[in-house]
């Protein structure tokens, strides 16, 4: 059964800083995409990760997959606060039947 | 360009009402999910359909019954609900393996 395991749960960091989330997953799947959910609000889509080695950059934003490591990481440059919000990961599992499994997700809070 | 939309958006029901949650996208898509999402617990599936006629059971079924009215409109029905089942519900659609677009999500209490 696929499980999908993001950390850190809550992540609280200072404007300017670096750092990454990490998502991993348990079974093999070529496709992973990453989320950002405001608070209050429904989820709206980052990245769409294709397959191993797959790298996308969207401002301060960064995705990678790795799919023999079964890692994808979403990294933050030089946080501001409008970053803040909850990223969850999401993995594609059973080629034909479509399903989509979510990590947990990751708090994001970038303070002043 | 309404999306996928979802009703209602709030709901309280007494412990043992049944009740139906409808969603309909207008993207064409061939696939449709309801999704709960808990504090702490992030969106775990609850049913899925691949395509109109088909639907699986996600990683939380019990309780709850689908059904994929045409290919525009999935609905969630819960029989006899339970507090365990206050929660924010998301229907989402997307075409074959691409990425989500979601619902406003609708809000259950369940006392």
């Known amino acids: 059964e696929l499980k999908v395991e993001q950390n850190p749960l809550f992540l609280s960091m200072q404007e300017g800083k670096n750092y990454t989330i990490y998502c991993n997953y348990s079974?093999?799947?070529?496709?992973l995409y990453w989320y950002r959910q405001d608070p209050g609000k429904s989820l709206e889509s980052l990245f769409v990760l294709l397959s191993n080695g797959a790298v996308k950059q969207e401002g301060r934003l960064m995705a990678s997959l790795d799919t023999k490591a079964r890692l994808s990481t979403l990294h933050i440059t030089a946080a501001v606060h409008d970053l803040s919000a909850t990223y969850f990961c999401a993995v594609g599992h059973g080629g034909a039947t479509n399903k989509l499994i979510f990590g947990t997700g990751t708090l994001l809070a970038v303070q002043p | 360009n309404a999306g996928v939309t979802q009703t209602p958006k709030f709901q309280v029901l007494k412990t043992g009402q049944s009740m139906t949650l409808q969603c309909a996208q207008d993207m064409n898509h061939n696939s449709m999910y309801w999704y709960r999402q808990d504090p702490g617990m992030g969106l775990r599936l609850i049913y899925y359909s691949a395509s109109e006629g088909t639907t699986d059971k996600g990683e939380v079924p019990n309780g709850y019954n689908v059904s994929r009215l045409n290919k525009r409109e999935f609905s969630l029905r819960l029989e006899s609900a339970a507090p365990s089942q206050t929660s924010v519900y998301f229907c989402a659609s997307r075409e074959t393996n691409e990425k989500l677009f979601f619902g406003s999500g609708t809000q259950l209490s369940v006392l």
């Open positions: 079974t093999t799947s070529d496709r």
